[in-house]
């Protein structure tokens, strides 16, 4: 997997036919390991991220800007996740500081938006609705990094982050419908 600077010299190698993949640093492991489990859902997580950016209107740009740094972000934490732990430090990780914009963006999002009082139901505009697909995702996405961290201890940047991913894309979500115009419906328990 090219983490960054790298040339990928094919779309195909065979050397994954066993059921291996390898890691930067020349490694191999079982593509249904722990490791490979949660860097491929920010795999997952990204292409819906991109789904969800089409979707989006051309304003507020704001939340396009977001989604696409995000994406771009999700290549930071798989590049930390594809390196073997034995392997010298990924030279591009998820820091404090990323962790600290996800937080800032949540909180911009959140002005101008009324309190919740109740969940809401997962609808809404299209890309509202989209990316709350991203928000489950990202929330496998945690749990698969949380079941690696038991088998091997990962940094707590990277474990805060991605705890934070799935609330900004829930601030997201209810920005893009505020932004439709769209109103959150409440779940409906006397179904």
Same mark, same amino acid.
């Not at 790298?6 to 050397?15: D, Q």
């Not at 500081?97 to 937080?103: A, D, G, K, P, S």
């Given at each position: 997997?090219?983490?960054?600077?790298?040339?990928?010299?094919?779309?195909?190698?065979?050397?994954?036919?066993?059921?291996?993949?390898?890691?930067?640093?020349?490694?191999?492991?079982?593509?249904?390991?722990?490791?490979?489990?949660?860097?491929? !859902?920010?795999? $997952? @997580?990204?292409?819906?991220?991109? /789904? =969800?950016?089409? *979707?989006?209107? +051309?304003?507020?740009?704001?939340? &396009?800007?977001?989604?696409?740094?995000?994406?771009?972000?999700?290549?930071?934490?798989?590049?930390?996740?594809?390196?073997?732990?034995?392997?010298?430090?990924?030279?591009?990780?998820?820091?404090?500081?990323?962790?600290?914009?996800?937080?800032?963006?949540?909180?911009?999002?959140?002005?101008?938006?009324?309190?919740?009082?109740?969940?809401?139901?997962?609808?809404?505009?299209? !890309?509202?609705? $989209? @990316?709350?697909?991203?928000?489950? /995702? =990202?929330?496998? *996405?945690?749990? +698969?990094?949380?079941?690696?961290? &038991?088998?091997?201890?990962?940094?707590?940047?990277?474990?805060?982050?991605?705890?934070?991913?799935?609330?900004?894309?829930?601030?997201?979500?209810?920005?893009?419908?505020?932004?439709?115009?769209?109103?959150?419906?409440?779940?409906?328990?006397?179904?």
């Amino acid at each position: 997997m090219a983490t960054g600077g790298e040339s990928i010299p094919r779309l195909y190698t065979r050397t994954g036919d066993g059921g291996t993949t390898g890691l930067a640093g020349g490694a191999r492991i079982d593509k249904d390991s722990a490791r490979i489990r949660a860097y491929g !859902a920010y795999d $997952e @997580l990204g292409a819906h991220l991109g /789904v =969800a950016f089409v *979707a989006l209107p +051309e304003t507020p740009v704001e939340l &396009r800007r977001t989604v696409r740094r995000l994406q771009h972000e999700l290549f930071v934490a798989q590049s930390e996740l594809a390196r073997a732990p034995t392997a010298s430090p990924a030279p591009h990780r998820i820091e404090a500081r990323h962790v600290r914009r996800v937080e800032e963006t949540i909180d911009q999002l959140e002005v101008g938006h009324p309190p919740l009082r109740t969940f809401v139901v997962n609808t809404g505009s299209a !890309a509202a609705t $989209e @990316l709350h697909v991203c928000r489950t /995702v =990202a929330r496998r *996405a945690e749990r +698969e990094l949380l079941a690696l961290h &038991r088998e091997e201890p990962q940094r707590k940047e990277h474990l805060e982050w991605a705890n934070r991913v799935s609330d900004l894309l829930f601030a997201l979500a209810l920005a893009a419908n505020r932004a439709a115009g769209c109103d959150e419906i409440p779940p409906d328990y006397d179904v």
